[in-house]
């Protein structure tokens, strides 16, 4: 069973850094992503990385926010998204995501809890 739990939110001022980290049972073959919810708006991808390392950037994430992904190092898989830079506006509930298929080509999409990043002065 697929298992997520995201860590390192908190509250930080503009300008600063952060660096969110997803612990999974297993990653496998899976793209993982990060993404976030701002109060009263919908969930939007910041990023994805696929197993070979291949990331893609939404435009929100592009040139501040760096992921990466640890498979099965020291016997732990970690997601993790650097974010430097940061605004008052990245201030949302930030999410790990894993995306596999099944043996019958299912799409199988699990989340983490998330965990919350304030940007504030």
């Known amino acids: 069973q697929v298992h997520l739990v995201e860590s390192g939110g908190g509250l930080v001022q503009p300008g600063g850094s952060l660096r969110l980290s997803c612990v999974g049972s297993?990653?496998?073959?899976?793209?993982m992503g990060w993404f976030r919810q701002a109060p009263g708006k919908q969930r939007d991808l910041l990023a994805l990385?696929?197993?070979?390392?291949?990331?893609?950037?939404?435009d929100a994430a592009k040139a501040r926010f760096t992921i990466s992904r640890d498979n099965y190092k020291n016997n732990k898989n970690i997601l993790y998204l650097q974010m430097d830079s940061l605004r008052p506006d990245d201030t949302a509930v930030y999410y790990c995501?894993?995306?596999?298929?099944?043996?019958?080509?299912?799409?199988?999409?699990?989340w983490g809890q998330g965990t919350q990043v304030t940007v504030s002065a």
């Open positions: 297993e990653f496998g073959d899976s793209t």
């Open positions: 990385i696929t197993e070979g390392g291949t990331t893609h950037y939404s």
């Open positions: 995501n894993q995306r596999t298929y099944d043996t019958r080509g299912r799409l199988l999409e699990y």
